[in-house]
């Protein structure tokens, strides 16, 4: 026997998790632009040490492309590391545009010593703590590192509300930055690259709540980095 069920038309509306919990629009929003520096030249690291390491020519047209970028993001305010790659990557922005850069020592990179030795990527978190030698020191080491960048964070996020801040500095630090806000383990925040030039976009509103909208983007650049990604340790 054919039974055929006819359902006249009804005018459903298909609701999305945001729609179900009826989000309250909270503005102004601050949106902070996580921005790893150019490349810098490693040939010379040897002579003027990590913190004086100035920009390579590949670098200085990284920093050509990335100002297109940034002078559509239209920035208010500019953070930079101490160190000069970050603060060269920065400076003919700020120039163009009039803006001071803000210099701040918590932004310098972070020295990551033995993490990046931890290859037991597919082992759970018991099994490397029972195999791998000092994770427990290593995992409590990040904790810490993220508890760091979240009041970093907050403090740009206080003096800044409402506006738009772009925050020149290092990839481990953005790594520390994005990993704290996702609360992961230091599995993840080796498992995370962040390209020279990249930008990542934060967003929070006026309660504090927090989003990223992306991360590692580099689509201002005309080709993805030519590098060995698993010596990127090498060179931050």
């Not at 490693?42 to 590949?58: A, C, F, Q, R, T």
């Not at 993840?188 to 709540?209: A, C, H, N, P, W």
Request: contains cysteine; charged residues 30%; hydrophobic residues 35%.
């Amino acid at each position: 026997m054919d039974v055929r069920i006819k359902t006249p038309f009804v005018n459903v509306r298909l609701e999305t998790p945001y729609a179900k919990t009826l989000p309250v629009i909270n503005g102004p929003y601050t949106r902070i632009y996580l921005i790893r520096h150019c490349h810098p030249d490693y040939g010379v690291k040897h002579v003027v040490g990590d913190e004086k390491m100035p920009l390579s020519k590949l670098g200085l047209k990284q920093r050509k492309l990335l100002n297109k970028k940034l002078k559509q993001i239209q920035l208010e305010k500019i953070y930079a590391s101490e160190l000069l790659r970050a603060k060269e990557t920065a400076a003919d922005f700020a120039k163009k545009n009039k803006k001071r850069i803000h210099t701040d020592k918590r932004l310098n990179e972070i020295d990551w010593t033995e993490w990046y030795k931890i290859k037991y990527f597919n082992m759970s978190e018991k099994t490397r703590i029972r195999r791998v030698q000092k994770y427990k020191k290593i995992d409590k080491e990040l904790h810490q590192l993220h508890s760091k960048s979240r009041k970093l964070l907050a403090d740009i996020y206080k003096k800044n509300k409402g506006k738009r801040v772009g925050v020149f500095c290092h990839g481990n630090l953005i790594r520390a930055m994005v990993t704290s806000i996702l609360h992961t383990d230091v599995i993840v925040f080796l498992s995370m690259e962040i390209y020279q030039s990249s930008v990542t976009k934060l967003v929070i509103d006026r309660d504090g709540y927090i989003k990223i909208n992306y991360i590692n983007n580099i689509c201002h650049l005309p080709h993805k980095p030519d590098e060995d990604l698993f010596m990127a340790a090498l060179n931050q």
